[in-house]
């Protein structure tokens, strides 16, 4: 009795690996961008951290001069956290450019991040001056 082998061609394994080639062509730009995506989401979220902060500095303040720190400058923002100080060795350095704040006047202060490749990516974040 003769028994017949099953499989594929080789026609259906090229046609295979062509198809995967076109989706893989298409998805790997995708993936490139998500490191750019990544520090955008990751600056804002510090922008957002400096600004949140900044406003309780400001309302701790505004209470009793002697709590919180005072402010005049963007600056002075990083003293305004917890750990005081941005963030390090996340593949790059934050920097808050300086720009004078005067008391109870609000501005927007820029905050930069610098990978260490790649372009630097910036957000802004409002800051109330308080002595």
Known sequence: MKTRQTGFT???LVMVIVILGVLAAAAIPKF??????ANTAAVQSVAGSLAAASATNYAARSVKSSYGVPIAN???AP???ASLALPTG???TYAVAA????PCVTSACTLTFTPTSGTAVTATFSLTGIA
């Not at 490139?32 to 995506?37: E, H, K, P, R, V």
């Not at 720009?99 to 005067?102: E, K, N, T």
């Open 32 to 37: 490139i961008s998500l490191a750019a995506d």
């Open 90 to 92: 996340a593949g790059g």
């Open 99 to 102: 720009l004078a704040v005067g």
């Open 10 to 12: 080789l026609i259906e």
């Open 79 to 81: 003293t305004t956290l």
């Open 74 to 76: 963007c600056t002075d």
